[in-house]
């Protein structure tokens, strides 16, 4: 450095100086903004995952109260209730019985608690009237029963009645648990 003149000197402070600065922003500034910046991100995703697990909590209650209030329905319908003689005794009610072609009886397990009876039904030349009777009655939300299909066709026999398909269902109390 004796060797060096003045303004020499001062090019190798200006360069010490400069690599100095090089140093403290390579391995101390631009490492902390980094950091910063991937917390500010990990936060942010973080608060999306809450505030996803807050949605499916309340989904979750949702279903459950739905599931007690559907268990305590049932509890409230007769205990043999079947859903083949319940749209039996409707149609005999309703004086559609004698129209029945044939009704097919299903059931379907939906979870360990609760499984779905199907009956579907073939009503042939039956009047407006009585059809519009008979469904008034077997769709019953007290009793769990409602329609899930229904095809309506003219019949071609006899004139001014009605062929009709209908997939009545409802829900019943699953026996025991479910085998997976």
């Known amino acids: 450095m004796k060797q060096l003149n003045q ?3 001062i090019a190798v402070g200006i360069g010490g100086g400069a690599l100095v600065l090089f140093i403290v922003f390579q391995f101390i500034v631009f490492p902390l903004t980094d950091g910063r910046a991937k917390l500010t991100k990990r936060l942010s995703s973080r608060e999306k995952a809450v505030t996803e697990m807050r949605i499916l909590q309340e989904r979750y209650q949702k279903i459950t109260q ?4 559907l268990a305590s ?3 409230q319908r007769e205990p043999d209730f079947s859903l083949f003689s319940f749209l039996e005794k409707k149609a005999a ?3 559609v019985k004698e129209h029945i072609a044939y009704m097919k009886p299903s059931e379907s397990l939906e979870s360990d608690q609760f499984k779905q009876s199907q009956v579907e039904m073939k009503l042939q030349a039956v009047n407006l009237k009585k059809l519009v009777m008979f469904l008034e009655q077997a769709e019953s939300p007290e009793h769990l029963v409602g329609i899930d299909k229904i095809t309506i066709q003219d019949n071609t026999k006899e004139e001014g009645t009605l062929d009709v ?3 009545m269902v409802s829900v019943d109390q699953a026996k025991g648990p479910a085998s997976h």
């Open 7 to 9: 303004r020499e000197k």
């Open 73 to 75: 329905q049932l509890a």
């Open 165 to 167: 398909t209908l997939q």
């Open 93 to 95: 009610d309703s004086e």
């Open 66 to 69: 739905q599931s007690g209030s």
